[in-house]
């Protein structure tokens, strides 16, 4: 079964410093794994995906993340945080291959990013 | 401009009554999903759609049903049996497997 980890609840920057958001996961085979972001009372936005291919994966709004499967990790990073990143993260991985089970993800808890100015 | 649209954003429910929450989107995707978030859960997934006429039970089914009668719309009802409705219910789709799903402004469910 896959799993997502997400080692911290909160996280506080401030603004101009980087960030950094930790995730593991848990997979019986080569995953895909994403990184979303939700404003309060919106739905979830796409910031990056890694399938298969390079592993260092670049996204919007200046976020990347690196695919490290030695260490089952995809920590999401940003050189200098901006206040409008304040919001909460959900690192997801594709939860099977199975084409009777269509594109199930699942789910970390999420990581809440505060911005101080 | 395509997407996936939600409505209503808040919607309140009595007790013993079914509550229908639309999903609608023009992006011509096949697949489609409910998810109910709740805080400090993440998102867990109620029901899918891989095509039209065809749903399958996701992790928390229980005292939810849907409905997919065309490719569309994806409605979510969620009926008396649900003890625990209050929750943030979100909608989205997808072109295929192993793709990112696109995800609607969701539907905040609350008990009066």
């Known amino acids: 079964a896959q799993s997502v980890t997400q080692l911290d609840s909160h996280v506080s920057v401030s603004e101009g410093t980087p960030v950094l958001l930790r995730c593991n996961y848990s997979s019986s085979y080569s995953p895909s794994l994403f990184w979303y972001v939700q404003h309060p009372n919106k739905g979830l936005q796409l910031l990056l995906k890694y399938t298969s291919a390079a592993t260092l994966v670049k996204g919007i709004n200046g976020f990347e993340a690196e695919f490290k499967k030695s260490e089952t990790s995809f920590h999401l990073t940003k050189p200098s945080a901006h206040m409008s990143d304040a919001a909460e993260y959900f690192c997801v991985v594709s939860g099977s291959f199975r084409a009777e089970y269509g594109n199930k993800l699942v789910f970390g808890a999420g990581t809440i990013l505060r911005v101080k100015s | 401009d395509g997407g996936i649209t939600q409505s209503p954003k808040y919607l309140f429910r009595k007790e013993g009554q079914n509550v229908t929450l639309s999903c609608e989107q023009n992006?011509?995707?096949?697949?489609m999903y409910w998810y109910r978030q709740d805080p400090g859960q993440g998102l867990r997934l109620i029901y899918y759609s891989q095509i039209v006429n065809d749903f399958q039970k996701g992790d928390i089914a229980e005292g939810y049903s849907v409905s997919r009668e065309k490719k569309e719309s994806f409605p979510l009802t969620v009926t008396s049996a649900q003890k625990n409705p209050t929750a943030f219910y979100l909608c989205?789709?997808?072109?295929?497997?192993?793709?990112?799903?696109?995800f609607g402004d969701g539907t905040r469910l609350s008990i009066l």
């Open positions: 992006l011509n995707h096949d697949a």
């Open positions: 989205a789709s997808s072109i295929m497997r192993n793709q990112p799903q696109h």
